[in-house]
């Protein structure tokens, strides 16, 4: 075992400063979920800037609730503009929208940490806190606004509530009042059922974390009260709170997508209505139902941890067949706990044949506790191959993987900025969809004509061509990944000229062609200017 004591401050100190300066700096873009169903919806309600507003947001049928963005990034970037608008009076630049958003969820990871602390004892804790803040995931996913960043935060809160349920109700009497006690007993009740029904009503997958957390909290409250009824009465306060909550989320949802409270509005029974169809995830893409478990998991954990999760699930599961006597420790009961609600979670997710390994995220923090408890800790060899293998996926997720796609809408930025007098068209090729929010374009400019932006992500040249000649605008820029651009045809490629190389950009779409081309040009995207007379002759 690793003794960790003499080195622990300093270690996970600078892990602290590497997860800042990947959520500051790190600009790779791991899905185009992380911007579509956040930040782009803000920064158009806010701060009036053109963003691109997909179909989860329909209000015939929508899919995501407003709360939870709104209270991610909605409130920082309003609070910033009434700042900054009182200083300058300009709208926030894109650069410091993609700070603002990036640190409002490096202050949320932290509160994954606060819940480790809570939820592991020493000497195990500094292992665990250690465990989560080299993971990768924290420094790729957990600081980015993806819906499973703010999913992951909200369980391991109600993991903590519901280990000081346990505690409360297990102590002994005289170490606490019995006022001081009921009081505890009852707030932390309180702030799980609030956040049981946040979680629920932002994804629905979260059920699978809330039910096996409210059993035992139903089970530790009907021991405290000593009967039925007094359980009634202890629970129907904090009953209450959830009901509430789930009641301002369909009340605020009505007026946002209908202007009035008196039309229903439930996201969440929408969210699984759509994907129980097979036909509505074909359009994302079908996976084997295994993916999660042997490839998604492991990917998210490392092979390690995952071998060692799967063992601490099996024991917990044989341990509580043969009954365990005597009075458990809140502890026990978090790690029976945790192993209900992965096995639930994978069971319920591996159902549904659309499987992409950020679904998982919220159940890294638990099974790092899992782990961290268990009676085995890994030796030094495991070690060398965690810090290899989070290493590597840090680099690649954080900041190569479609990492040339936010640079290069800040650089566009600069020059329209620069060009105001002229109209522009902007077109993405090849790339993951560019969020429009980093233009940093009033939307006014958009309806005017004044600026267009095409995405036609994997379209064929011939989209490409097609486009170029039917634009008028003075200024036509194509971003596309250089292993692309130089395959262009003889005829075309004399029509464009590079103008800014943006370093790295990883496209796992296109491996063979940037191999082919070497690894610097094959992991950089280009911004080229394209002359218009040339492609109109050369077409």
């Known amino acids: 075992m690793v003794d960790f004591r003499h080195s622990f401050s300093r270690i996970y100190a600078a892990l602290w400063v590497a997860r800042i ?9 791991i899905h185009p979920d992380e911007h579509m169903q956040n930040a782009e919806i803000t920064a158009a309600d806010i701060l009036g800037y053109y963003t691109f507003r997909s179909w989860e947001w329909d209000p015939t049928f929508p899919l995501r609730a407003v709360i939870p963005v709104y209270m991610t990034t909605g409130l920082p970037f309003f609070v910033a503009q009434r700042i900054y608008s009182a200083l300058s009076d300009q709208t926030l630049g894109p650069a410091t ?5 990036r640190l409002s969820f490096l202050c949320l990871s932290s509160l994954l940490d606060m819940s480790v602390a809570l ?3 020493p000497p195990m804790r500094s292992f665990a806190l250690l465990l989560l803040s080299s993971s990768y995931v924290t420094h790729a996913f957990y600081i980015r606004p993806f819906s499973n960043s703010l999913e992951s935060v909200i369980a391991a809160l109600c993991l903590v509530f519901l280990n000081n349920i346990v505690g409360i109700v297990s102590s002994d009497s005289h170490e606490h009042s019995a006022k001081s006690g009921n009081a505890a007993l009852h707030w932390n009740l309180h702030a799980l059922c609030t956040l049981g029904a946040f979680g629920t009503s932002m994804r629905p997958t979260f059920f699978t974390f809330a039910l096996p957390i409210s059993f035992q909290a139903l089970r530790y409250s009907y021991k405290a009260a000593g009967s039925i009824s007094r359980t009634g009465r202890l629970l129907a306060l904090p009953l209450c709170s959830g009901i509430l909550t789930v009641l ?3 009340v605020t949802d009505a007026l946002y997508y209908w202007g009035t409270p008196f039309h229903p509005v439930f996201p969440c029974l929408n969210f699984l209505r759509y994907n129980s169809s097979a036909d509505n995830l074909a359009e994302h893409g079908l996976h084997p139902r295994w993916l999660h478990l042997f490839v998604n998991l492991p990917m998210l954990l490392s092979p390690w941890v995952w071998f060692l999760t799967t063992c601490n ?6 341990g509580s067949i043969h009954g365990a006597v005597g009075r458990a420790r809140a502890l026990d009961v978090t790690r029976e ?4 609600i992965i096995v639930l979670f994978l069971a319920m997710l591996c159902v549904v044949p659309h499987q992409e390994p950020r679904f998982l995220c919220p159940i890294v923090l638990p099974a790092i506790v899992l782990v961290a408890t268990s009676s085995r800790w890994p030796r030094k060899a495991f070690w060398v191959t965690w810090i290899m293998f989070n290493v590597v996926f840090a680099v690649v997720f954080g900041i190569m993987h479609q990492g040339g796609v936010v640079p290069s809408l800040l650089y566009l930025n600069t020059r329209m900025t620069d060009n105001l007098a002229t109209t522009t068209h902007i077109v993405y090729w090849k790339t993951y969809m560019p969020p429009r929010r980093f233009l940093g374009i009033p939307q006014q400019d958009v309806q005017s004509g004044k600026v267009a932006i095409t995405d036609l992500a994997g379209a064929a040249e011939s989209a490409l061509v097609d486009t170029l000649v039917s634009t008028s605008s003075d200024v036509v820029y194509v971003v596309t990944p250089i292993a692309v651009y130089k395959t262009l045809p003889g005829q075309v490629a004399p029509c464009f000229t590079l103008q800014k190389r943006i370093f790295p950009h990883l496209d796992l779409d296109h491996i063979r062609e940037t191999s082919e081309i070497g690894w610097y040009d094959g992991l950089t995207l280009g911004v080229c200017t394209v002359e218009q007379n040339c492609i109109a002759s050369a077409s």
């Open 21 to 29: 300066l990947f959520a500051l700096y790190g600009t790779g873009y």
């Open 97 to 101: 929208l993609f700070r603002l958003e």
């Open 119 to 121: 939820l592991v004892p």
């Open 248 to 250: 301002c989320f369909a």
């Open 313 to 318: 699930i099996y024991h917990s599961f044989k």
């Open 337 to 340: 706990t945790i192993s209900q």
